[in-house]
């Protein structure tokens, strides 16, 4: 007598065609293409206008009663707060592109079943889901990073090269936690919740606006154990051109916690579609 094979173990072992992974991610391209095109236009304020104000309202207006230059490394604060904000736009960007469209996928839209229910595994949607969320924080960080040199706030040609890389680390890492947590989350009002106390604290006490070594101790701990401070001093190597070997342990510590994210969106994924 035969066993028909479970729903789990037949989603699992889906064929996917020729290629593999990088074929099914390939696959999903129209449907990301369709969702840029229709989204792009909201965004432009969030990813490019509000980061150019900020730099302005807090790099020119705050600047200029801010003169304590070594306190902020032997740079002006202009030069000291565009990199910062560049991180942490790349960290919002991450969560508007991950926490509520990924939540939709399940709940409203249904996207990610009706992926599923082609020869996609929950892998490949996760896989899908997170390189689009990485080439809108890259085209982000791009945009910024011109706007940063219109400023004068870069020191080299190589060291807006490596910002655009770095913002992109920045965005990619902090996207697949926000996309595992999202796939996890069976509220909406968890999405909520992670900004408020997630997205805005980190952005507050990354040393994007101030140095943390201000802060009390104990503060200074929890700072440097946020990802979004690694980002911030990640960035602040390269738009100034002060690059040491701590900057590979910001880039370490960035490549852990995004593969720890895309693990956690693996098995939030697979957990909800049936497969692993």
């Given at each position: ?167 992109t680390l920045v965005g ?34 990354s040393g994007a606006f ?60 697979g957990r909800r579609l049936?497969?692993?």
């Open positions: 007598m035969s066993t028909a094979p479970a729903i789990s173990e037949v989603l699992h072992d889906r064929p996917r065609g020729d290629g593999g992974r990088w074929a099914a991610v390939r696959r999903q391209v129209p449907y990301y293409l369709t969702v840029l095109r229709r989204t792009w236009r909201g965004s432009i304020f969030s990813y490019a206008v509000l980061p150019v104000i900020m730099l302005a309202s807090f790099g020119l207006g705050l600047g200029s009663f801010v003169n304590d230059d070594a306190a902020l490394g032997g740079v002006d604060y202009l030069d000291f707060i565009a990199p910062g904000i560049l991180a942490t736009s790349a960290l919002t960007a991450a969560a508007g592109e991950a926490l509520y469209p990924v939540y939709a996928m399940f709940t409203w839209t249904k996207m990610a079943y009706a992926m599923s229910s082609t020869p996609l595994g929950a892998v490949d949607v996760v896989n899908g889901v997170t390189a689009y969320v990485t080439f809108r924080v890259a085209t982000a960080t791009v945009a910024l990073t011109i706007v940063l040199g219109l400023f004068g706030t870069l020191a080299s040609v190589g060291g807006a090269l490596l910002l655009v890389l770095a913002g990619a890492a902090h996207g697949a936690v926000f996309i595992g947590y999202a796939a996890w989350t069976g509220s909406d009002s968890a999405l909520t919740l992670m900004f408020r106390l997630g997205v805005i604290p980190m952005t507050m006490f101030f140095p943390i070594d201000q802060l009390p101790e104990v503060v200074q701990v929890i700072a440097h154990v946020l990802p979004a401070w690694h980002g911030v001093e990640l960035a602040r190597m390269c738009s100034t051109d002060t690059l040491t070997p701590m900057a590979l342990v910001h880039v370490a510590y960035l490549v852990v916690v995004g593969l720890a994210g895309w693990w956690w969106a693996r098995r939030a994924f049936g497969s692993q």
